[in-house]
């Protein structure tokens, strides 16, 4: 019995994926490292790093109560176990279409989704453009994982925070102003996306074309923005929080640990 035993400990203790899992996503230098980084230091002793350079298992901060474990206190062993977490990166150059269907189709254990967002380089066109098209693609995969499910109860929700990061910097807009900007970007996006389909569409003369512009439609239909609250539709609720993982005062990332513990 002991070899099994044992075998089964070791198992829960080396598989990090049981974990809840938090993606990190967005364009590369938003500082999705910077935040594991800080992650991880800030971390009690008995977080391990995981041999896969990309992700690392960390630990609700102190202060922070995991919204599973409200009415418990720290140091029961339940309220410690709901403080852990595994946090995985995505390399922000990578093509979202290879991650999406790896981790987006099949997100067993991911809790919600940290959409890292340089609030400085959304402040010009071509930052928030990039940033925009990104963010359209991870939304849309999204909504395509809800609508596309075969049960009857609808996938597991999963939330998305929109972590405006770089605050400390002068040129940076401000959390609602970059959700301003995005939701307006992202209606851009999804209108050129839309004749893209479309102009195939007809191209290809096949039967399926309007199946698929509505299907790559992200949001409401009509004639109205994007407007985030369109994904509450389809299971995904989107929040935009500020902070600065670095920056000459100090790192102030609480509004993105809040959101993490009420996902907890
Ligand atoms: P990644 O590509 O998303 O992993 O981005 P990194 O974590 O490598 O960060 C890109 C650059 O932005 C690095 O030079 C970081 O030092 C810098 N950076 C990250 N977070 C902040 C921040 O909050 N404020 C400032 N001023 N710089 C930051």
Redesign the pocket.
């Known amino acids: 019995l002991l070899p099994i035993a044992l075998h089964q400990f070791i198992y829960r203790v080396q598989t990090p994926t049981a974990l809840p899992t938090f993606l990190l996503i967005?364009?590369?230098?938003?500082?999705?490292?910077?935040?594991l980084t800080l992650a991880e230091r800030r971390a009690a002793a008995q977080t391990h790093t995981s041999t896969a350079p990309l992700s690392i298992e960390a630990l609700l901060p102190d202060g922070y109560v995991p919204n599973s474990a409200h009415y418990r206190s720290p140091g029961d062993p339940a309220y410690e176990r709901a403080r852990r977490l595994l946090l995985l990166?995505t390399p922000?150059h990578g093509k979202l279409r290879h991650f999406a269907t790896a981790q987006l189709v099949n997100p067993t254990h991911v809790r919600g989704i940290i959409f890292?967002v340089?609030a400085a380089s959304v402040a010009d066109e071509a930052g928030l453009d990039e940033t925009a098209e990104y963010l359209h693609d991870m939304l849309l995969a999204l909504q395509k994982r809800y609508t596309g499910a075969k049960t009857s109860k609808g996938p597991k929700e999963i939330p998305v925070l929109i972590a405006a990061?770089?605050?400390?910097?002068f040129t940076a807009l401000p959390p609602h102003l970059v959700k301003i900007s995005l939701e307006k970007a992202i209606s851009e996006v999804r209108k050129s996306r839309a004749k893209g389909v479309k102009d195939s569409g007809v191209a290809m003369g096949g039967e399926e074309d309007a199946v698929d512009e509505e299907n790559e439609w992200l949001g409401e239909g009509g004639e109205g923005a994007f407007e985030f609250r369109q994904m509450e539709e389809v299971g995904t609720s989107v929040a935009v929080q500020g902070g600065?993982?670095?920056?000459g005062e100090g790192?102030d990332v609480k509004s993105w640990w809040e959101w993490v513990a009420e996902q907890l």
């Open positions: 967005g364009p590369s230098g938003s500082g999705k490292t910077a935040f990166d922000g890292v340089d990061n770089k605050l400390d910097l600065n993982v670095l920056g790192s």
